[in-house]
């Protein structure tokens, strides 16, 4: 597990990845935010690499779609609700390996923040060093009338 001693200054662990969701199970993740820029960052460890001892791409990607995803939540925020966004579709390019011990922290830019799509760039960065161009778009996920599911609009098929 990563300690603070070896957390960037700045980074705290990000509330938002509890320790019985997936976020919270790939971590522990930690973010940054200055305005309405935010980094999430983490520090490789054992479990994070595959068999050939790099961080497992899975992990990387799971990085990038948070990172990005939290980064268009919070774009315009001007301090009420920030909106629920689903991942629409996710890119990457890996660029090169990354390995136990490494800090991986995101950059990210919000290109487009419409009412109910945002569309992030940017890239995973390893000690400073770009890994993994990111990019995605999003759109907002409606609540259910449990009022805790989102309720995804649908068009017929027939």
């Not at 919070?74 to 909106?83: L, Q």
């Not at 991942?87 to 950059?107: C, I, K, N, R």
Request: charged share 20%.
């Amino acid at each position: 597990m990563s300690s603070p001693n070896d957390i960037p200054e700045g980074f705290q662990l990000d509330p938002r990845s509890q320790p019985h969701t997936f976020s919270g199970l790939a971590g522990p993740f930690y973010s940054r935010r200055q305005g309405n820029d935010l980094s999430l960052g983490l520090r490789i460890e054992e479990r994070h690499c595959n068999s050939r001892g790099t961080c497992h791409g899975g992990l990387l990607a799971t990085l990038a779609d948070i990172a990005l995803g939290y980064s268009c939540a919070i774009a315009g925020d001007a301090g009420g609700e920030r909106p629920n966004f689903v991942t629409v579709d996710l890119s990457l390019q890996y660029l090169a390996s990354t390995h136990v011990g490494d800090w991986v922290q995101s950059e990210v830019t919000v290109l487009g923040a419409g009412s109910r799509t945002r569309s992030a760039t940017g890239h995973l960065l390893a000690n400073g060093n770009p890994v993994v161009r990111i990019s995605a778009n999003f759109r907002m996920a409606r609540t259910g009338k449990s009022g805790s599911e989102p309720d995804f609009e649908r068009k017929p098929t027939g």
